[in-house]
C-alpha cells in the first residue's frame, strides 16, 4: 500500500509556472506507475500525464503536452509535475495516484489507478 501527499499548489499570473510534487510513503515506490489528474468544477476528472515505473516512459493529455513535465525521484519517493506556460483553463484541483498493474506501462485512465492523493488547488489568473 502507498500513501500519497500533494503539495505545490497556489495561485499563479497565466503564463505562469509551477512544479507540483507528491510523495509517498512505503519501500516500493519504484512498483507504481504514476500518474497526475485535473478537475475543475463541474467537469470529470481527467489525465494530465503519467510516468512509468523506471521513468523512462511518459505520457501527456494533449492540451498539456509541451507545457507540461512529469519526472519522479525514485530516491524521494517523489513524482513531479512541472507546469509551464500555465492558461486560466489549468485552473483545476490536481491529484496524483498510483498503479501498481506491471502490464500497463502508463495508465492513462482514472479508473487504472489504485491510490489516489488528497489534491492541491492551482489556480491560473488571466
Known amino acids: 500500500q502507498v500513501q500519497l501527499v500533494e503539495s505545490g499548489g497556489g495561485l499563479v499570473q497565466a503564463g505562469g509556472s509551477l512544479r507540483l510534487s507528491c510523495a509517498a510513503t512505503?519501500?516500493?515506490?519504484?512498483?507504481?506507475?504514476m500518474g497526475w489528474f485535473r478537475q475543475a468544477p463541474g467537469k470529470e476528472r481527467e489525465f494530465v500525464g503519467g510516468?512509468?515505473?523506471?521513468?523512462?516512459?511518459?505520457r501527456y493529455a494533449d492540451s498539456v503536452k509541451g507545457r507540461f513535465t512529469v519526472s519522479r525521484d525514485i530516491a524521494k519517493n517523489t513524482v513531479y509535475l512541472q507546469m509551464n506556460g500555465l492558461k486560466p483553463q489549468d485552473t483545476a484541483v490536481y491529484y496524483c495516484?498510483?498503479?501498481?498493474?506491471?502490464?500497463?506501462?502508463?495508465?492513462?485512465?482514472?479508473?487504472?489507478?489504485?491510490?489516489w492523493g488528497q489534491g492541491t488547488q492551482v489556480t491560473v489568473s488571466s
Open positions: 495516484a498510483a498503479h501498481s498493474n506491471i502490464n500497463v506501462v502508463v495508465h492513462t485512465t482514472s479508473r487504472g489507478y489504485d491510490y
Open positions: 512505503g519501500r516500493t515506490f519504484s512498483s507504481y506507475g
Open positions: 510516468i512509468s515505473r523506471s521513468g523512462g516512459t511518459t
